[in-house]
């Protein structure tokens, strides 16, 4: 089965920046909702920032401000620049992505609820380290 394909991720210092890339191969980023999850040992994945397919986008509070989710369709690649790391955004990184059904919007709830449900498919996750 196809799924997204992490790249970027690596041990930085408080105060750095990393890129992390996502090849979304057969997830047109025109159609998908594309996402970016982070999860923490023992804890659920949280949603970190969306993109919908028009390119409108929207972020958690706790990284408004640091993190920047792009794509470019031309490659179906969705990007996350983060800069101002701290330690506690040390954690694995996934992409997501999900063709929401008719009607329903493309936002950081609507891809939690399809990581509860199953919707979502996944890629393997890139671990970000960042040390004080």
């Known amino acids: 089965q196809a799924r997204p394909v992490e790249s970027g991720g690596g041990a930085v210092q408080t105060g750095e920046s990393l890129r992390l890339s996502c090849t979304a191969a057969?997830?047109?980023?025109?159609?998908?909702?594309m996402a970016w999850f982070r999860q923490f040992p023992g804890k659920e994945r949280e949603g970190v920032a969306v993109i919908d397919p028009d390119g409108t986008t929207s972020y958690a509070d706790f990284v408004k401000g640091r993190f920047t989710i792009s794509k470019d369709n031309s490659k179906d690649t969705l990007y996350l620049a983060m800069d101002s790391l701290k330690p506690d955004d040390t954690a694995v990184y996934f992409c997501?992505?999900?063709?929401?059904?008719?009607?329903?919007?493309?936002?950081?709830?609507?891809?939690?609820?399809?990581?509860?449900?199953?919707?979502?498919?996944w890629g393997q996750g890139t671990q970000v380290t960042v040390s004080s």
């Open positions: 997501a992505a999900q063709n929401m059904p008719p009607g329903r919007p493309c936002t950081l709830a609507t891809m939690e609820y399809g990581r509860s449900q199953g919707h979502n498919y």
């Open positions: 057969k997830f047109t980023t025109t159609v998908y909702c």
